[in-house]
């Protein structure tokens, strides 16, 4: 494959952006080599600006649960924009983005808008504290949450794929508020409670992980953390921005049926376009300026294209069974990955959960941090590489999510395996 377009890109960037990215996951520093630059994409395929073709499971990191330039995506943006793209005062399309999420979500009674996940989960935690009168916050060793002060301690995603989970920058006395306990451990989380749960304010979970590659919650565990929250009058904030109209319509909160007191999201409400929002219980959300005290704000926030954005993607995952086909296809792909790698005797598992899923270079099962961590990162990297040279882009490190979209059909799916089949007989 030819890059030279994209290393030429790559190296006028690194003069004047820091890593010559806008944010560090598309370095492939982890990976290795360099990143390629996208010309375009267009349903399940991105292609870069040397015209080479790639599968993408990457999805933008996934908000394109629907396919890349989705022609009703398409239309509501040109039909909206050509209206005025940002007005600084209210627009009907928010309101009904707002109606949308609580009829969708009902533990979000309401609902604000903000640009990024980052912002919904900052202002999430601004709530909890606010309206508990407390300060500390718990989160889960790998979990990510944004690059928001208080979430950059033994943090997944980039932080964990850099080593860099402890942010300088970050002072130690924002820190110290963020206690982090091992996802999937019941007792440590009983522990800390008891310990110190009347200084909690709230506890924030990615309830499944998606940013220390891909970890389903053990049965009840969930349910556990729930009833800590409430008994010691913590808020349980579910951070939805990943698995957020993905792993069920209504998110892991309707795929466990456990009601958060505050929930994020971000990437598919936008359905491509810069996009946040929190929401969550009525005495709670009250409290946000100008209806209560607890001020957050946003010039660009409920922007009219990108609600319409995100509008025409929810609309297209409304549809009813889009959810149960979701799964089907990320089961096949799976199955798919997990026979070829046997087949070729090499130590590999998966795990799933509707439209996403985690690869790893050791036998499972695969429940905790430890257990990702412990998977085989240097043959991921070189699996990578090989599964790109055959036009299938995977996150570009071993420790995020895949995504599968509506439109990674059959056709594309058998590619995939056919191309690990070559690339695992590589690895030897
Ligand atoms: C679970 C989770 N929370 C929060 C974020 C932050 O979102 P953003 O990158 O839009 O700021 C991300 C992804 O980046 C995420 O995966
Ligand atoms: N799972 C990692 C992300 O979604 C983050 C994307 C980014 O930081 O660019």
Redesign the pocket.
């Given at each position: 494959m030819n890059h030279e377009r994209s290393h030429a890109l790559f190296s006028r960037a690194r003069e004047l952006i820091p890593g010559g990215v806008n944010?560090p996951v598309r370095a492939f520093k982890s990976v290795g080599g360099e990143p390629f630059f996208a010309q375009s994409a267009q349903g399940a395929y991105i292609v870069d600006v040397d015209g080479n073709r790639y599968v993408d499971y990457v999805g933008s990191?996934?908000p394109m649960i629907a396919g890349h330039a989705h022609p009703q995506v398409l239309a509501a943006v040109s039909e909206t924009m050509v209206n005025g793209l940002s007005f600084g005062v209210p627009n009907a399309l928010e309101v009904t983005m707002a109606e949308r999420i609580a009829q969708i979500v009902p533990s979000c009674e309401m609902v604000r808008m903000v640009n990024?996940?980052?912002?919904?989960?900052l202002s999430a935690i601004r709530v909890a504290r606010g309206a508990t009168g407390r300060t500390r916050i718990v989160k889960f060793e790998g979990?990510?949450?944004?690059?928001g002060d208080s979430f950059l301690v033994k943090a997944g995603?980039g932080v964990m794929t850099l080593g860099l989970p402890n942010s300088p920058g970050v002072p130690s006395a924002l820190a110290d508020l963020t206690s982090t306990i091992p996802y999937n451990d019941f007792d440590a989380a009983t522990k800390l409670f008891d310990e110190i749960g009347s200084e909690i304010a709230g506890l924030i979970i990615?309830p499944i992980v998606?940013?220390a590659n891909c970890i389903l919650p053990r049965d009840g565990y969930l349910k556990h953390l729930r009833e800590l929250c409430t008994k010691h009058g913590a808020l349980l904030i579910f951070?939805?921005?990943?698995?957020g109209f993905r792993v069920a319509l209504g998110g892991a909160q309707a795929l466990y049926g456990i009601t958060p007191d505050l929930s994020?999201f971000?990437?598919i409400i936008g359905g491509g376009m810069?996009v946040?929002a929190y929401g969550g219980r009525r005495d709670l959300m009250e409290q946000i300026a100008p209806s209560g005290p607890i001020y957050q704000a946003g010039t660009l926030s409920g922007n009219p294209v990108a609600m319409a954005a995100g509008l025409a993607t929810l609309d297209l995952i409304q549809v009813p069974g889009f959810h149960t086909e979701l799964e089907r296809r990320t089961h096949v792909l799976c199955d798919g990955l997990e026979a070829a790698a046997r087949d070729a005797g090499i130590a590999f598992t998966t795990t799933r959960a509707p439209g996403m899923f985690g690869l790893y270079f050791r036998e499972g099962p695969v429940e905790t941090f430890e257990d990702a961590k412990a998977s085989d990162t240097a043959r991921f990297n070189r699996f990578f590489h090989a599964m790109l040279g055959r036009g299938v882009y995977l996150a570009p490190s071993a420790f995020e999510a895949g995504f599968v979209s509506s439109v990674h059909g059959d056709a594309e799916i058998a590619h995939t395996i056919d191309a690990a089949r070559a690339s695992f007989a590589e690895l030897g």
């Open positions: 944010s990191w996934g990024s996940g980052t912002e919904a989960t979990c990510y949450h944004g690059h995603s990615e998606g940013n951070d939805e921005v990943m698995t994020t971000g990437k810069p946040g």
